[in-house]
Structure formats: structure tokens, C-alpha cells
């Protein structure tokens, strides 16, 4: 069954370091998504992305943030600049079509922000 | 502004007892709702869906989900739990921008 990957599975870095996150989507998917959850908190979202473009992003996906397809199948989340409050659990998710449809979750990188 | 409240943050249940995980949104429109499972090291899957109709939807290992309007509420049950049923469970609202939000999650224990 198709699913979702991330890479790495846990990710430490200095505080001020740069970080990319990688994802793989399920192959036909169009839309796709990061998500966190800091611990003990909720999965927030952070941006969606379509037709290599941010469709929407949260208050939370400032000027640190960037994401992008850089071939068919990656899709990367990049923080510039880490914070000790970037620590969480980032989550990829991808969707086949737009509108109100199920969207298929990867395992999740932790990231430690030291 | 939307959201999902899920007021118990842990529940213990026997196994083989029944099981029903509290879920109320806030949602203006014709809520779109989920329920989402995640055990450990694992990534969120989809246990259910209700975007319409029947407003009692079936889903995977078991789970059902009973959504009513009047309470604004989407409540998960299983008739009998299984041991490898613990996780954490979250519920969630899809909004008008495709994007979900999610609750802060019910961590299910099952004893023996």
C-alpha cells in the first residue's frame, strides 16, 4: 500500500542551524502538507502547497520557514534559522485531490532544537 | 474560530470492555470531521470520516462514529476493546481551506 515517508526520523541540530526536513508523498498525490505538534501540545498546521505554490500557510509558518518540490517526488520543509521553540514533531501529509478529502500522514521527524 | 475539543486526555479501559472517546467541534458550516489514530513511532491514520448522510459512519478495526449535530459532537466507540488498540486518538475538523484541526488528543490505555 502506498504510503507517506519522511526522512529523517529524528533530527538534532544547534540552536540558529538550518534544517530540511524531507518528505515523500504518495506518488499521485497533488496537495500537500506540513504539520507539528510540540510535545504535549496539538498537531497544528503549519502550510499547504499545490501546483508549486503555498496555497496557505499559519501564523506560525513565518520568514524561517520555506517549503519546496524540489524534483517529482521530495517536498521539503526548510528552517533557516532554528529555535529552541521549533522542537516538535513535524508531519507531512499529502491528499489526491483538493476539497474535502482524506489526507494520508507520514511517520513524523522529531526535531531537537538544542 | 474553529475547533475540536476532546476533554478526557487519558482513558483506561479493560480489554474487552467497550469503548466511546468524547469529540465536540466548533465549526460554523457543514462540519467535515475525522478521526485519526496514532501509535507510537507511527505517523496519524484515518480511522474514520464524516463529510454527509448517514450520520453513523463505520471505519476500520472496529471503530464507529456517531456524529450529531445537536451536541456538535462526533464521539469514536468500539464495542470491545483490544489490546492493540492503545494509541492516541485524535479527532478533527476539516475547515473551509482543506486544512485540519485537530484536538488535543485522548491517550487510550488498555489493561489486561
Known amino acids: 500500500e502506498p504510503e507517506v515517508t519522511q526522512t529523517p526520523s529524528h533530527q538534532v541540530t544547534q540552536m540558529g542551524q538550518e534544517v530540511i526536513l524531507r518528505c515523500v508523498p504518495i506518488s499521485n498525490h497533488l496537495y500537500f502538507y506540513w504539520y507539528r505538534q510540540i510535545l504535549g501540545q496539538k498537531v497544528e498546521f503549519l502550510v499547504s502547497?499545490?501546483?508549486?505554490?503555498?496555497?496557505?500557510k499559519s501564523e506560525i509558518f513565518d520568514d524561517q520557514f520555506s517549503v519546496e518540490r524540489p524534483d517529482g517526488s521530495n517536498f521539503t520543509l526548510k528552517i533557516r534559522s532554528t529555535k529552541l521553540e521549533d522542537s516538535a514533531m513535524y508531519f507531512c501529509?499529502?491528499?489526491?485531490?483538493?476539497?474535502?478529502?482524506?489526507?494520508?500522514f507520514g511517520p513524523g521527524t522529531r526535531l531537537t532544537v538544542l | 474560530a474553529q475547533s475540536v475539543t476532546q476533554p478526557d486526555i487519558h482513558i483506561t479501559v479493560s480489554e474487552g470492555a467497550s469503548l466511546e472517546l468524547r469529540c465536540n467541534y466548533s465549526?460554523?458550516?457543514?462540519?467535515?470531521l475525522f478521526w485519526y489514530v496514532q501509535s507510537p513511532g507511527q505517523g496519524l491514520q484515518l480511522l474514520l470520516k464524516?463529510?454527509?448522510?448517514?450520520?453513523l459512519v463505520q471505519g476500520i478495526k472496529g471503530f464507529e462514529a456517531e456524529f450529531k449535530r445537536s451536541q456538535s459532537s462526533f464521539n469514536l466507540r468500539k464495542p470491545s476493546v483490544h489490546w492493540s488498540d492503545a494509541a492516541e486518538y485524535f479527532c478533527a475538523v476539516m475547515d473551509s481551506s482543506y486544512k485540519l484541526i485537530f484536538g488535543s488528543g485522548t491517550r487510550l490505555l488498555v489493561r489486561p
Open positions: 464524516y463529510f454527509s448522510g448517514d450520520t
Open positions: 501529509a499529502s491528499s489526491e485531490l483538493a476539497g474535502h478529502n482524506e489526507q494520508f
Open positions: 465549526y460554523g458550516a457543514t462540519p467535515y
Open positions: 502547497f499545490y501546483n508549486n505554490e503555498i496555497s496557505e
